[in-house]
């Protein structure tokens, strides 16, 4: 048993390195200042995912809202998968595909980021979110895995986070989303 899980732990060590890319690290630049950008204006964050990018989503919400390691104001953002009326009405009425974009519709407004989180990319109802994100004038993020797929193809501003499988790359995920956070942190509240 000891070996099994040494070499779990060593296998995934390796695929974090892949966090170690330059590429990466602009990626989540440009879509850490648009974040940035809006909470200074004003705007909201809001976020979607299914499973477990839905978990991640809700854990940076409340990083957000709550405080990551700072004591501070809270941040408005918004989990989107949170509303489970609102989610099985939109399911049951019209589609699942349009479980968030339903929320994009009613609740975002222009200079709003939408940050989308699927592993795959390929997760119909992220990709209607960003489609109706972007006829709103929302700022679309969309954390994915690596390769093509359409979520970073249709973002403005895809991170692609390195990963063998949806396991590797959500674990990649919330290690940006935890980066993201202590960065919004430092620059809107200096200590």
Not at 81 to 105: G, K, M, P
Not at 147 to 163: M, V
Request: proline share 2%; aromatic share 4%; glycine share 8%.
């Amino acid at each position: 048993m000891h070996r099994r899980i040494e070499d779990i732990i060593t296998k995934k060590l390796r695929s974090h390195q892949g966090l170690l890319n330059e590429t990466l690290w602009n990626q989540v630049g440009k879509a850490t200042e648009q974040i940035i950008n809006s909470l200074t204006t004003g705007k909201k964050i809001l976020v979607c995912g299914n499973g477990g990018s839905a978990a991640d989503a809700q854990h940076f919400v409340a990083e957000l809202v709550v405080r990551f390691q700072r004591e501070r104001r809270p941040l408005p953002a918004l989990a989107l998968h949170t509303n489970t009326s609102v989610l099985t009405a939109t399911a049951n009425d019209y589609d699942f595909t349009q479980v968030f974009s339903r929320q994009v519709e009613a609740l975002g407004e222009k200079g709003d980021v939408l940050i989308g989180i699927s592993t795959s990319g390929e997760s119909a109802n992220i990709l209607s979110a960003v489609t109706v994100a972007k006829e709103k004038g929302i700022v679309t993020i969309g954390l994915t895995g690596g390769g093509d797929n359409q979520l970073a193809e249709n973002s403005d501003y895809p991170i692609q986070a390195p990963g063998d499988n949806t396991a590797e790359i959500q674990e990649c995920h919330i290690i940006i989303l935890h980066t993201i956070c202590q960065i919004i942190e430092e620059e809107l509240f200096e200590q």
